[in-house]
Antibody, heavy 116, light 107 residues
Framework: EVQLVESGGGLVKPGGSLRLSCAASGFTFSSYSMNWVRQAPGKGLEWVSSISSSSSYIYYADSVKGRFTISRDNAKNSLYLQMNSLRAEDTAVYYC?????????WGQGTLVTVSS | DIQMTQSPSTLSASVGDRVTITCRASQSISSWLAWYQQKPGKAPKLLIYKASSLESGVPSRFSGSGSGTEFTLTISSLQPDDFATYYCQQYNSYPITFGQGTRLEIK
């Protein structure tokens, strides 16, 4: 069974940093691109970033470019999102998800709250 | 960036109804479109990929159609479990973009 488990969310002050992690199991992690997608409270889905299987190709939404960094460790079956210079508008549930163009499956999400 | 526009934003329907949700892309995305169902407090669930391919385990009352810029998600006979929010997503090019969502509520 494919499982994606996010961790690392929490409360952080504006301008602060946070690192999200996603532990993957049940599939050959090193063969797939991975995504981070977020959802602000009561709002729709927003794609954040994608990374190819070997980390050769990385993409970011304009809203996070220059502040967030996606990375992966295929030996540890893990995906990461380093978030710096956080803003109130970054408050959201962050989902880790396997990518084949379409996004499936999704983790359960981790809540990031940016507030003073 | 490719903009995805769903209609309607909210849809009221009854159990047994046939419902259709439309998703329009601001430029052609061929068939690179997926549909998701999301219930409150839960992660989205993939229903349809490549515009019309049904994900394994998804009931056959769900179907997708379209290509280019206009797409539809149809539920042939609404069941109580289907009341949720539905999103379309294009994966033709980066940035990946989602529609704003369609909330399907009980009439």
């Amino acid at each position: 069974e494919v499982q994606l488990v996010e961790s690392g969310g929490g409360l952080v002050k504006p301008g602060g940093s946070l690192r999200l992690s996603c532990a993957a199991s049940g599939f050959t992690f090193s063969s797939y691109s991975m995504n981070w997608v977020r959802q602000a409270p009561g709002k729709g889905l927003e794609w954040v970033s994608s990374i190819s299987s070997s980390s050769s190709y990385i993409y970011y939404a304009d809203s996070v470019k220059g502040r967030f960094t996606i990375s992966r460790d295929n030996a540890k079956n893990s995906l990461y999102l380093q978030m710096n210079s956080l803003r109130a508008e970054d408050t959201a549930v962050y989902y880790c998800a396997k990518a084949e163009g379409w996004i499936d499956p999704w983790g359960q999400g981790t809540l990031v709250t940016v507030s003073s | 960036d490719i903009q995805m526009t769903q209609s309607p934003s909210t849809l009221s329907a009854s159990v047994g109804d046939r419902v259709t949700i439309t998703c329009r892309a601001s430029q052609s995305i061929s068939s690179w479109l997926a549909w998701y169902q999301q219930k409150p407090g839960k992660a989205p669930k993939l229903l349809i990929y490549k515009a019309s391919s049904l994900e394994s385990g998804v009931p056959s009352r769900f179907s997708g159609s379209g290509s280019g810029t206009e797409f539809t998600l149809t539920i042939s006979s609404l069941q109580p479990d289907d009341f949720a929010t539905y999103y379309c997503q294009q994966y033709n090019s980066y940035p990946i973009t989602f529609g704003q969502g369609t909330r399907l509520e009980i009439k």
